[in-house]
């Protein structure tokens, strides 16, 4: 069976060095006629998945016994050359039946090295642009197993044999759940079966609690059981709040020894501890033993679930009913005007039954999974969509078409900002007819694949941008026809200007006379009412940054780039809903694709790697502020470039015209 992470969004948001694997790869993998010792996976760009015995992160080799009796690999070889299988040679080891062993391929100078940890070192590396990596008996000549010419490796993927695995749903969403709020410390056996919880508020889950002053909701419509009454105080001046939460969640299982792992998705704001049946499986952003009285040690958004694989389950789970007991934390903060206090947790458990070793398909692992077994693999990474014309300015019609180098991909695009996949958007079959302002999106899907990262293209119009006036109804994509949460909304160019005899005839050659930036993102992610940044603009932090494309148009037709990151509202005064043009804050991490923009934005002299972007808007003297006969937009960026050419520390910036989803939305 071809195995998929039934779990994972529709896209995994990572900077894919892997550019195209276009077929099973049975053709690498060889075993001896009678292999009982295989290759089960093997990493060759580890960047932070397994530390050895001396605290480095190198490349490893996962051996699995498939056999009914210990193998003695005394005198056996690995080695990642076919022409010289005799590399490294095992030192007195043996391999029970269905064990595995790790051994670290670091390119040790000896060739017994055993670390700290016990694990043993080989004198060679594994190369991650590809090459081979091979078991040798202790003949020399016999290869029990062998990746030949194994494909190019990504950072913290690894590689291997993919195994049968089946899937019980342990716990889902709005699962009955009991909790119970931290001003006290609860019996230590809080997180075990045999406690009784009749005292707790009960519910479903998620469990959470939301203030704010603005009435903005991010987790509302996802509490079932709310905890707010004894989280948050709001009778105190300034109102009070605990962060601790203590959560369980009881499932029943009737073949416990059959589940070789377990598969936890949270979504959690801002921190937890979990436990089954009162053993710690996981945690994140938890300090060491918390107590009631403990908060989260930083800030995190709870929107988004986030996998944990927690291996050896049979040592912990058992027939009838079991727990699984969540210590939930929220980030403690400084009572404020236009502080949200909230706290959440959905928790998702699954077992996963791990069925035998599939020895002719070899598949990447995001999840790696090293001394256990494989699950959640993907026969390959689709490779990019590639378009016949790129982003810029235009005049005339034409035709675009969309390809990807990967074969038997399905491209599905879209024209109203919102992400392409198999169930949102068009089934690309031709060249598409770009006559108007347009945002194009694209993304290549294969069952069983990696989909492609979501490629994004602006197409503008100068005649029609400058025709929008304050109208919306020539683009796709949905701006509001009116104030939300009292937003207030001016679109467009204004018509006594556009219509101008004095100035109409120089808005074409101004809106190329500098570079543009265009934003393009789901419109929800912007506009609604519940979770949409431009209209909840006060609200700030992780919970309020959504996914987005960034490009850069140069008028000169010049590259520029596109880039996914993440986009939030920045500013203080600025992020008044009376205020219609809000400045943006780009953040670009992994999660999105890449974690850094790499671009000379500001010339030869200034950086040219970049995490985070602010793209501001003037406010005082402003057209914002209502005083645009004020507005020179000359002062912050005369006075930092003096700074500059004084040889003192100064900001870079630069000027750009701004479009999101199509609509110009005014200098910056």
């Known amino acids: 069976m071809t195995l998929v992470n039934p779990f994972a969004p529709p896209y995994a948001h990572r900077m894919k060095t892997v550019a195209v694997i276009a077929a099973i790869v049975s053709a690498v993998i060889a075993h001896s006629v009678s292999a009982q010792v295989v290759i089960s996976e093997f990493m060759a760009k580890n960047d932070e998945t397994l530390a050895d015995g001396d605290g480095n992160y190198s490349d490893w080799i996962e051996l699995y016994n498939t056999g009914s009796n210990t193998v003695d690999l005394t005198g056996w070889y690995l080695s990642d050359d076919t022409n010289t299988l005799t590399k490294w040679v095992f030192p007195s080891k043996s391999i029970a039946a269905g ?37 040798t008996q202790s003949d020399g000549t016999t290869i029990e197993d062998s990746f030949v010419d194994y494909p190019e490796q990504d950072d913290d993927v690894s590689y291997g044999l993919e195994q049968e695995s089946s899937y019980s749903y342990l716990v889902v969403e709005e699962q009955d759940a009991t909790a119970f709020v931290g001003i006290s410390e609860p019996a230590s056996t809080w997180n075990m079966t045999n406690f009784a919880d009749s005292a707790w508020l009960s519910g479903q889950t998620g469990v959470g609690y939301e203030e704010s002053e603005s009435g903005s909701s991010v987790y509302t419509s996802m509490i079932n059981l709310d905890v707010g009454d004894d989280m948050f105080d709001e009778s ?46 996981a945690s994140a952003n938890a300090p060491d033993s918390p107590t009631y009285d403990s908060s989260a040690t930083v800030e995190h958004a709870g929107t988004v679930y986030e996998d944990f694989t927690i291996l050896n389950a ?14 939930g934390l929220d980030y403690s903060v400084t009572p404020a005007p236009g502080v949200v206090f909230d706290f959440f947790v959905m928790p998702e458990l699954t077992g996963i039954t791990i069925g035998d070793i599939q020895t002719n398909t070899a598949m990447y692992f995001e999840n790696p999974t090293p001394d256990a077994d494989n699950v959640f693999g993907v026969l390959g990474f689709v490779g990019d969509t590639s378009f016949t014309v790129d982003r810029g300015f235009f005049t005339n019609t034409f035709n675009v078409e969309i390809s990807c180098n990967t074969d038997g991909a399905a491209i599905y695009y879209t024209t109203d900002g919102t992400t392409p996949a198999t169930d949102n958007g068009t089934l690309y079959a031709s060249a598409i007819t770009i006559n108007k302002t347009t945002v194009l999106r694209a993304a290549a899907f294969i069952t069983g694949y990696q989909p492609s990262d979501v490629d994004t293209q602006t197409y503008i119009f100068l005649e029609d941008i400058i025709a929008q006036g304050t109208s919306v109804a020539s683009l796709e994509p949905e701006f509001p026809s009116s104030s939300v949460n009292e937003q207030k909304f001016d679109y467009g160019m204004d018509t006594n200007i556009t219509q101008s005899a004095t100035y109409s005839n120089l808005i074409e050659d101004s809106l190329k006379a500098i570079p543009s930036i265009s934003i393009v993102t ?6 609604s009412a519940s979770t949409g940044i431009y ?25 520029g780039f596109q880039i996914n990151g993440g986009i939030r509202i920045r500013g203080a005064s600025s992020t008044k809903t009376t205020n219609p043009k809000h400045s943006f804050r780009f953040f670009f991490r992994s999660e999105y694709g890449t974690s850094r923009l790499n671009y000379a934005l500001f010339g030869e002299d200034g950086v040219d790697s970049f995490k985070r972007m602010d793209l501001r808007t003037g406010q005082n003297f402003s057209w914002a502020s209502q005083t645009p006969e004020y507005a020179t937009w000359l002062y912050d960026i005369f006075t930092r470039d ?20 199509g609509m110009y939305w005014g200098l910056y």
């Open 99 to 135: 064990e595995f062993l790790v051994v670290f391929a670091s390119g040790q100078e000896t060739a017994n090295y055993t670390d700290s940890l016990g694990y043993l070192h080989t004198t060679f590396k594994l190369s991650g642009s590809g090459e081979s990596v091979v078991l």
């Open 236 to 281: 105190s001046r300034p109102p009070s709040t605990y962060d601790s939460a203590y959560i369980r969640v009881a499932f029943t299982l009737t073949d416990a020894a059959g589940i070789s792992q377990l598969a936890l998705r949270m979504k959690y704001d801002d921190g937890f501890v979990a436990y089954i049946n009162g053993t710690e499986v």
């Open 314 to 327: 049979g040592s912990y789970l058992q027939n009838g009913t079991n727990v699984l007991a969540i210590h």
């Open 522 to 527: 789901d419109p929800d992610n912007l506009f």
């Open 535 to 559: 209209v909840n603009p006060e609200e700030e932090g992780e919970a309020w940054e959504r996914e987005t494309s960034i490009e850069l148009i140069n008028p000169d037709g010049t590259d």
């Open 642 to 661: 003096s700074h500059r050419d004084m040889n003192q520390p100064y900001t870079a910036g630069e000027y750009y015209h701004l479009y999101i989803n």
